[in-house]
């Protein structure tokens, strides 16, 4: 079984967050996964000649081929990105779009099939979503707070410094504590939130030493922040062999990794690379292509 806990999905970063591809959102007392497998979302079998469906950025520069870009963007203009080639794609003139330096760019839906080099549009381009699909909408993270009033309560820390400052020394501490999970604020800001492995009284009491503002400490067994980034670093070893998007931790806890297709052969491949610190029920997949009904 994976660490899990009452809470565990009330776990979100702040401070110093790990890139993240879009969290899952949780209740208090919700749990994580509710199996030992890892979630995946938008699965197909086997991608070879699946129709499958998805939104990107079709980018072509000059009179190279269009490529269709599924992962990250980078803020320029012109936008610089790559990607599969377009195969099939009849021209500019039916969807909104833009043009400087030689580059032409726009927001897309696409339907087609994917052979891990190349994307087939099998119907046009479009910029609202093909009819007979219902794209799926991201849930709201949810920041709750981890104790009640009395138990926040501020008091008994440092003085002389605001309490911007000192919750800024308390998350640069967090990144060398021993047992750190994940903290967030609630409240407006006024509250600090914190997920430790260990003792949530021994914490609370160092915690105090430096930040003053209200504070609420809970122990949890989600998987420590030092592991989360562990497997993003053996990941980002392997970016491009794994058709990986994006990977980071969200509201859920849990190492949430974005693949282009999220089958079973590349779910199966990522769980092996993160095996030495995340166990298969941490772990959150959901494909940029998904499969399209017929």
Same mark, same amino acid.
């Given at each position: #079984?994976?660490?899990?806990?009452?809470? =565990?999905?009330?776990?979100?970063?702040?401070?110093?967050?790990?890139?993240?591809?879009?969290?899952?959102?949780?209740?208090?007392?919700?749990?994580?996964?509710?199996?030992?497998?890892?979630?995946?979302?938008?699965?197909?079998?086997?991608?070879?000649?699946?129709?499958?469906?998805?939104?990107?950025?079709?980018?072509?520069?000059?009179?190279?081929?269009?490529?269709?870009?599924?992962?990250?963007? !980078?803020?320029?203009?012109?936008?610089?990105?790559?990607?599969?080639?377009?195969?099939?794609?009849?021209?500019?003139?039916?969807?909104?779009?833009?043009?400087?330096? @030689?580059?032409?760019? !726009?927001?897309?839906?696409?339907?087609?099939?994917?052979?891990?080099?190349?994307?087939?549009?099998?119907?046009?381009?479009?910029?609202?979503?093909? =009819?007979?699909?219902?794209?799926?909408?991201?849930?709201? $993270?949810?920041? $709750?707070?981890?104790?009640?009033?009395?138990?926040?309560?501020?008091?008994?820390?440092?003085?002389?410094?605001?309490?911007?400052?000192?919750?800024?020394?308390?998350? #640069?501490?967090?990144?060398?504590?021993?047992?750190?999970?994940?903290?967030?604020?609630?409240?407006?800001?006024?509250? #600090?939130?914190?997920?430790?492995?260990?003792?949530?009284?021994?914490?609370?009491?160092?915690?105090?030493?430096?930040?003053?503002?209200?504070?609420?400490?809970?122990?949890?067994?989600?998987?420590?922040?030092?592991?989360?980034?562990?497997?993003?670093? =053996?990941?980002? +070893?392997?970016?491009?062999?794994?058709?990986?998007?994006?990977?980071?931790?969200?509201?859920? @806890?849990?190492?949430?990794?974005?693949?282009?297709? +999220?089958?079973? !052969?590349?779910?199966? !491949?990522?769980?092996?690379?993160?095996?030495?610190?995340?166990?298969?029920?941490?772990?959150?997949?959901?494909?940029?292509?998904?499969?399209?009904?017929?």
């Amino acid at each position: #079984m994976g660490r899990r806990s009452v809470g =565990a999905a009330l776990a979100a970063v702040v401070g110093l967050v790990l890139a993240a591809c879009g969290g899952l959102g949780g209740a208090p007392g919700s749990g994580g996964p509710p199996d030992d497998g890892p979630t995946v979302d938008g699965t197909t079998a086997d991608p070879s000649g699946v129709v499958l469906v998805g939104m990107g950025l079709i980018m072509q520069v000059g009179d190279e081929p269009p490529q269709l870009c599924l992962g990250a963007v !980078a803020d320029s203009y012109p936008p610089q990105c790559g990607g599969p080639e377009l195969i099939g794609f009849e021209g500019w003139s039916g969807i909104e779009h833009e043009s400087a330096s @030689g580059s032409t760019w !726009a927001s897309a839906w696409v339907v087609g099939t994917y052979d891990g080099t190349s994307f087939r549009l099998t119907e046009p381009a479009t910029a609202e979503p093909p =009819a007979g699909w219902e794209p799926s909408a991201d849930p709201s $993270p949810d920041f $709750p707070q981890l104790c009640d009033d009395d138990a926040a309560r501020a008091g008994g820390g440092p003085t002389g410094s605001d309490l911007i400052t000192q919750q800024s020394e308390l998350s #640069m501490f967090l990144e060398t504590y021993d047992g750190y999970v994940l903290s967030y604020v609630s409240g407006g800001g006024d509250v #600090m939130n914190v997920l430790v492995s260990g003792d949530a009284a021994l914490a609370r009491a160092q915690f105090r030493a430096i930040y003053a503002g209200p504070l609420c400490v809970q122990t949890s067994d989600l998987p420590l922040q030092s592991d989360v980034r562990a497997a993003q670093d =053996a990941l980002n +070893a392997v970016w491009e062999d794994l058709d990986l998007l994006s990977s980071g931790s969200g509201v859920s @806890g849990l190492l949430e990794v974005q693949l282009v297709v +999220a089958d079973p !052969a590349h779910v199966e !491949a990522v769980t092996e690379v993160v095996a030495p610190w995340l166990e298969p029920d941490e772990l959150v997949f959901s494909g940029a292509l998904e499969p399209f009904p017929s």
